[in-house]
């Protein structure tokens, strides 16, 4: 159980910071918003991670005017079973969450 659960946590550490690079390199929140999606999804699948995740992103950075530091943050929150460890006094699951902040160029445009 210790096992799993670290292991998930580092795919769900991993899949936050891919969600929010991928966030940062977008052109305005609506994009950043469906390429975090889109990359935490991906990371988690590609680790074979079978959870159903929930991917908020703070995109207030890019109402910061140009010039001035800016940042965009992805927080990815998965559940995973561990009902079918079958060890007694053990949870059905356990909920992980990671978050990771990216910045935002600031001579970019957004």
């Not at 991670?49 to 001035?68: A, E, H, N, W």
């Amino acid at each position: 159980a210790a096992g799993r659960t670290s292991i998930a946590q580092g795919s769900v550490s991993a899949a936050a910071r891919d969600a929010a690079r991928q966030a940062s390199i977008s052109l305005n929140p609506g994009q950043a918003q469906t390429a975090a999606l889109s990359s935490a999804m991906t990371a988690l699948n590609q680790d074979g991670l079978d959870c159903r995740p929930v991917v908020t992103v703070d995109t207030s950075g890019f109402g910061i005017p140009v010039g001035q530091p800016a940042t965009v943050s992805a927080t990815v929150t998965c559940t995973v079973s561990l009902s079918d460890l079958l060890v007694p006094g053990l949870p059905g699951s356990r909920t992980l969450t990671a978050t990771f902040t990216s910045p935002l160029d600031p001579f970019r445009e957004r």
